[in-house]
Structures are given as structure tokens and as C-alpha cells.
């Protein structure tokens, strides 16, 4: 059996240092905010290429906090839309509606699955006044080309970098370091994976780290006064000391990682397949590889007859979201065909070659 994802392999790695750790953080006394959140605050942001990294509890909330912030420096205000993909976790459509502004769905294009730019561009309108990019899969959204718009029409832009830790543009800039804000998730299957929820901001806009310190810790800018209404998402000073002990790892895994994809892609040859597009050597880090099938029940048959693990990223898009109700009408061909075609492959640092000779065979195998 191989697994889809075997997180246990991957973590075990590490099993010395994070008792070691754990053990530590157990003697300090110290739980929340301290040392070690700090610490991966200031190595995190180092790594992005930003001056301030905001730890925050999850993925979400980094989004969420990135949009309130603005809306209190006075960059948004209630009601303002913000352009967010049509095809991305419905997480990135939550932190837009939970503060109070208006997603404005963007087809994807056939591809990459990230943002149709003509649809992108055709959509601006008075109302819009950010641009929130998904690095979907691990690959970086065509950021040049939405910064240039986005600067033509006075918009911020915010990466949901939630997939794509260490993806870097062809200028060698990290993700994170691409626009106004970024928003990271450290969820455990993420390249870069706590062993619980976490998440953090990276921003070079001192004003906005600032706040999104207070907001994080119920809006209080010191002890029992509290600046504003903010909420409870601290980054968990256990979670930031096991992220310290994996990063210098993030490099190297995520290379092996795009050597398993290079395999993959020189050596499917299966006219039943759609293979994921790869531009340059870092641009994506393949958080999933994802693949299209036109009859997808028949295809996870055939892996399930081989025993390989699978997952669908994402099965039903956000328009067609019981919790999004008010975007049911709305129709995206692309992004709804596509939902019915991906597939989800294994793709980690702990897949042994033998394993991703097996998959490979039983990809050209499928007919």
C-alpha cells in the first residue's frame, strides 16, 4: 500500500528534535507567545525575503487578519470586493466574507488553474479594490502580470501562499515576498507542516504587522488594554518551535519533491492523463500533484486495485457550496469541468523511488 500522504515517514525525521523540544518547551513554563514564536517569526520572514512575519493559528485567520488590518489602516472599507479565484478552497472565500467584504469570483484558465487573466482584468470594477492570488497546488499565480494590473488600478494584492512555501519567481523572489501581504498555512500536510494547525503572515508594511499583532491576541496592545476587536489566533509557541526544526529542511524537501514531479512528467506517457504544466525550476514546489482524467471513477478504481493512495483538491467548487448560496447561479465552464477531472497523486520527500516506479507504471497502465 502506498499511502496518499504518509505524514507519520515524513515527521519522524524529526522525532529526536521534537522531543528534545518538546521537553524544553515543557521546562520553560512559557506556552503562549514566547520565545520560539519569536524566534520562527523573525526565521521565517528572513527565509521569505520580508521584514515581519506575523504567527497566527492557521491559514485562515492569516487571511482573515491580513484584510481586517487594511480595513483599519483605512485601505478597505465594508463592502469593498476583493477578486479571489473561483476554483481555491472555499477558506480563501471564508476570510474574505467573515470581515465584512465581497468576493468576486475569477474563472480559471484551463492550465494552471489559476486566475484567467483576461476574466481577471474584465472584472475590475469601482467596487474592487484587492486582488487575492491562490498559489494553487504549490505553483505560483503569473504575480508579474497582477502586480502590473493591479498598479493600474491602484489595488492591493494579498497571496493566499497557504500551498506554496519556498515556491520562488524566476527573479528569485519567495512567495510571501510578492505582493502587499501574504497569508501562510502550516497545516500538517502543508511542504511546510506543523503537527497541529498554525499559520502566519509575512508583510514588508510595518503599520499592518503591527496591527495584526494585536488582532491576533484579542486586539490588546498591552497587557489588559485592548486597541481593538480582535480575536484569539495566536500561533501556538509549541507549533513555532516544531516549524523552526523543519524549516532548514524546506529547501531540500521541496526539491525532492519537484525531482518526483520531473519523473512523473517525463516518464507518464498516457494519452488518458492531463499533466500538471511546469514552467521553471522553483515557481512550483508541488505542494499536490494533480493530475486530469476525463472518467475519474474509473481511474480511482484502477489505483485503488493497485492499492496507491489518492485525494480530489477540491471536488465541489465554491459557487456550488451549500455555504455559498448567493454565488449559486453564477457558472464557470472551466473551473467546473475541471473540479470533475483532478485527481490528487502521492507526491512527498519520503516516497521512495521504487514507490514513484510503481505509480508511474500504474499511471500508463490506465486505459
Known sequence: MIPFLDLSKINKRFENEFKSVFNSFLDS???????????????FASYCGVSHCVGVGNGLDALRLILEGYIILGHLKKGDEVLVASNTYIATILAIKQVGLVPKLVESESV???????????????????????H?????????????LAKSKNLL??????????????????????ADAAGFSFYPSKNLGALGDA?????????????IKKLRNYGTSSKYVNE?????????????????????????DNLMRIEIAKKYLKYVNNKHIKLPSFRYKNDHVFHLFVI??????????????????TLIHYPIAPHQQKALLEYSDLHFPVTEKI????????????????????????LNSYH
Request: charge should be negative; charged fraction near 25%.
Open 29 to 43: 513554563g512559557y506556552y503562549i507567545l514566547g520565545s520560539h514564536v519569536k524566534a520562527f517569526e523573525e526565521e
Open 112 to 134: 494552471t488553474h489559476n486566475f484567467n487573466l483576461e476574466e481577471l482584468a474584465s472584472l475590475i470594477s469601482e467596487k474592487t479594490k484587492a486582488i487575492l492570488p491562490v
Open 136 to 148: 494553487l497546488y504549490g505553483q505560483l499565480s503569473p504575480m508579474s502580470k497582477i502586480l502590473a
Open 157 to 178: 494584492v494579498i497571496e493566499d501562499a497557504a500551498q506554496a512555501h519556498g515556491a520562488t519567481n524566476e527573479n528569485g523572489t519567495k512567495a510571501g515576498a510578492l
Open 199 to 211: 499559520g502566519a503572515v509575512t508583510t514588508n508594511n510595518e503599520q499592518l504587522a503591527d496591527v
Open 228 to 252: 481593538y476587536v480582535g480575536i484569539n489566533s495566536r500561533l501556538d509557541e509549541l507549533q513555532a518551535a516544531i516549524l523552526r526544526k523543519k524549516l532548514p529542511s524546506l529547501d531540500q
Open 292 to 309: 486530469r482524467v476525463e472518467d475519474r471513477d474509473k481511474f480511482l478504481t484502477h489505483f485503488e486495485a493497485h492499492e496507491i493512495g
Open 339 to 362: 473540479q470533475k477531472q483532478l485527481v490528487s497523486i502521492p507526491i512527498s520527500p519520503v516516497l521512495s523511488e521504487k514507490d514513484v516506479n510503481f505509480i508511474i507504471s500504474v
